[in-house]
């Protein structure tokens, strides 16, 4: 007797070199592995999830502080996700059941529908598209404004890349950002301010040791190349580990050393960067009109997309 896996249906997406699993909760990257060696800190086929491991955030990434948010003249409450700071967290696409509308060998469509609800009254379709080839892996994502009025909306990745053997404090970063948003100890945005504030917690513009720093941090006003694209390289000290580069639709990124609160006790605890390109800031719902940092305003009907690629550095 077949059983559904507690990260839903699994897919794989497979080259010479490469091989992607993809779970259909929160259309989640699974696993990612380039010539056997894991790209992203992966998670078992039959396990819940955890903190948030390669699920799509919509239609908001990151936090809405308190949950609350004005938008058109009224006021709206969002369910508490993130207990322990009390905000809403990473959206409400996280725990949907996609369902594969396309699916190749080395290419994945993947479709789940937010629903109208308490705290956000937009029904907004998630496509979500894995495409593995020789420049690593690339994945879409567009968002349709399926009801009648404009829809607040927000998007970005989640994984947590791995360079090699080791920790966090053993690779190397190479991070295009000149600003950082500050936060207070509820991770509640405060200053935005140049990296300088904090250069060895902070400046990673030249490719250097993360070493002890700890950073859960958005960054923005990001070096890009004639195409339009931002990278971040995280590498081991020989040289070899991953990159992730995303379009213009993403201004900002969040990093995330994966520190724990209970410290090198606790699971997970720095075992990968997490790097998430973000399409808003934090708390963008509650932006002041034309910040920014706000949200894309979807109008009835439209579609908007963002894209990024996860792609192996090998050993020179």
Partial sequence: MSRTLLSGTQYTLQTTRDVVHVASVGASLRRYTHDGRDLVVPFEADQVRPAYRGAILAPWPNRILDGRYQFGGEEYQLGITEPKRGHALHGLG?????????ERSDSLILVATVEPQEGYPWRIRLETTYNLGADGLTQTVRATNESSTPAPFGTAAH?????????VDEWVLELPARQVLL??????????????????RFDFRCRRLIGSAEIDHAFTALQRDSSGHATVRLLDQAGQGV??????????????????????????HRIGLAVEPMTCAPNAFNA?????????????????????????IDRR
């Fill in 94 to 102: 996280v725990w949907l059941g996609f369902h594969a509308v396309a």
């Fill in 159 to 167: 994984p947590y890349l791995v360079a090699g053997l080791g920790q």
């Fill in 183 to 200: 936060t207070d100890d509820k991770l509640r945005p405060t200053d935005l301010v140049d990296i300088g504030v904090d250069v060895d």
């Fill in 243 to 268: 990159a992730m580069t995303w379009d213009a639709a993403c201004p900002w990124v969040q990093i995330h050393t994966a520190d724990q609160a209970d410290g090198p006790s606790a699971p997970g």
């Fill in 288 to 312: 002041p009109p034309g910040d920014p940092r706000g949200p894309t305003l979807i109008a009835a009907g439209q579609t908007v997309e963002a894209q990024w690629t996860i792609i192996a």
